[in-house]
């Protein structure tokens, strides 16, 4: 299984025998998980922030699930007060930022929940032993492996480079005589 978080949804994919053999789309990735905590940061601190700050948030801070020891790390934070159109600054936790992500992290976790109910009994077996390979700038949201190992029990992996191995994979693909005739023809 393949799970490729990437800016504007995530894919998930099924393969055996080299054949896709099923797939399901999240309308949520890396895109969604800024505008979402830009959102939190206007609705509980009334500071609005832009896109740059809110994918740095997500980048030094971000989690796919809460800390366990209280808030976590924090970062200062510079926006517009939404009341006084003021600058101000302000504090934000990793738990607020977990909980600012939760609902795009949950999409994640049913999309991968329904491609496993949609597996074919022959693919559920290799499961068990391969697991599941994270791809895409949003593999790199620190436990989002995690998050989906607890709720499947199956093993997680991030790939080698997430924000190109699908491009460099595709790439080796296209050096494979079979795969080449049958992408060019499409």
């Known amino acids: ?13 099924l393969f055996m025998l080299r054949r896709m053999v099923f797939s ?12 979402a905590i830009a959102t939190y940061v206007r609705r ?7 896109d740059a700050t809110a994918e ?6 971000g989690l796919a699930l809460p800390p366990s020891d209280g808030d976590g790390h924090v970062v200062y934070i510079k926006g517009r007060d939404l009341r006084s159109g003021a600058p101000k600054e302000i504090t934000l936790s990793q738990r607020q930022v977990a909980e600012a992500l ?9 999309a991968v929940r329904m491609a496993l109910d949609n597996c074919p009994d022959d693919i559920a077996a290799d499961l068990v032993d391969q697991g599941m390979v994270l791809t895409g700038g949003g593999a790199l949201l620190s436990g989002m492996d995690e998050v989906l190992r607890n709720e499947t029990g199956l093993p997680v992996e991030v ?20 795969y080449r ?3 060019v023809n499409v």
């Open 1 to 13: 299984m393949v799970v490729d978080i990437g800016a504007g949804k995530t894919e998930v994919a």
């Open 24 to 35: 399901v789309d999240a309308a949520t990735g890396g895109d969604q998980m800024d505008d």
């Open 44 to 50: 509980n601190h009334n500071l609005l922030i832009g």
């Open 56 to 61: 740095r948030i997500k980048k030094q801070i």
């Open 102 to 110: 939760a609902a795009s992290v949950g999409m994640i976790v049913e």
């Open 159 to 178: 790939g080698d480079d997430p924000l190109t191995c699908v491009a460099r994979g595709i790439g080796r693909v296209l050096t494979i005589p079979v």
């Open 181 to 183: 005739s049958a992408l």
